[in-house]
C-alpha cells in the first residue's frame, strides 16, 4: 500500500506566498512521476505543474508559470510547491499525486486527500 500524504495548505492575502508538501511512503520501487492538480468546486481537476523522476523535467499550467515552483526531495520521496504571488483564482483544493513503480514492475497512480489553499482579495 502506498500512502501519498499532503500539507502547507492555508488562507493567504493576494500577492502572498504558500509551500505545500506531499510525501509518499509504503511499499514501492520508485516513483516515475509526481505532481500536483487543483480542483474548484463544480469545476474538472487541473494540472498544475509535475515532475519526473528520470530527467527532472517539469510542466507548469501556463495559469502558474512564472509564479509556482515544483521540486522534489528524492531521499525523502516529498514533493514541494512553491507558490509565490497568489491570486483569488489558485483558491482551491491541491491534491497531490504519484505514479509508482510497483515490485511487479508496474505503475500505479495515487492521490492524496487533497489540502485547501484560499486566496482572499
Known amino acids: 500500500q502506498v500512502q501519498i500524504v499532503e500539507s502547507g495548505g492555508g488562507l493567504v492575502q493576494l500577492g502572498g506566498s504558500l509551500r505545500l508538501s506531499c510525501a509518499a511512503s509504503?511499499?514501492?520501487?520508485?516513483?516515475?512521476?509526481m505532481g500536483w492538480n487543483r480542483q474548484v468546486a463544480g469545476k474538472q481537476r487541473e494540472l498544475v505543474a509535475s515532475i519526473m523522476t528520470s530527467s527532472g523535467s517539469t510542466y507548469y499550467s501556463d495559469s502558474v508559470k512564472g509564479r509556482f515552483t515544483i521540486s522534489r526531495d528524492h531521499a525523502k520521496n516529498t514533493l514541494y510547491l512553491q507558490m509565490n504571488s497568489l491570486k483569488p483564482e489558485d483558491t482551491a483544493v491541491y491534491y497531490c499525486?504519484?505514479?509508482?513503480?510497483?515490485?511487479?514492475?508496474?505503475?500505479?497512480?495515487?492521490w492524496g486527500q487533497g489540502t485547501q489553499v484560499t486566496v482572499s482579495s
Open positions: 499525486y504519484a505514479v509508482v513503480v510497483a515490485s511487479n514492475g508496474r505503475t500505479y497512480n495515487y
Open positions: 509504503g511499499s514501492f520501487t520508485s516513483i516515475y512521476d
